[in-house]
Nanobody, 125 residues
């Protein structure tokens, strides 16, 4: 069992930056691939980024690559999402997820079976 919780969501002006964190008290944090997803009001949940459990290879949504950065510290049982140059379109509830996805399914939310409750990011114009 992996219990996840996201922190760091806030109201920020366009062009600003935020760092989200995902933490757990579980003992097997390093056994799982981790990902960020987001869901804006009235829209479907979409993939943001994912990071491998051990080699830390990362994959991003094409539209976010270069602006967002995912990282993890297994010793601290924490994953991060650094968001730069935020835009109003980034406004969403951001979710942390854990699983053991295969390479071809890294961007599929069905590949992740543990989810946090989400943290709200709101970007004002």
């Amino acid at each position: 069992q992996v219990d996840l919780v996201e922190t760091g969501g806030a109201l920020v002006q366009a062009g600003g930056s935020l760092t989200l964190s995902c933490t757990t008290t579980g003992a097997t944090f390093g056994d799982y691939g981790l990902a960020w997803f987001r869901q804006a009001p009235g829209k479907e949940r979409e993939f943001v980024a994912t990071i491998h459990r051990s080699n830390h290879r990362a994959y991003y949504a094409d539209s976010l690559k270069g602006r967002f950065a995912i990282s993890r510290d297994n010793a601290k049982k924490t994953m991060y999402l650094r968001m730069n140059n935020l835009e109003p379109e980034d406004t969403a509830l951001y979710y942390c997820a854990a699983g053991r996805p295969i390479l071809s399914s890294l961007r599929n939310q069905a590949s992740y079976f543990y989810w946090g409750p989400g943290t709200q990011v709101t970007v004002s114009s």
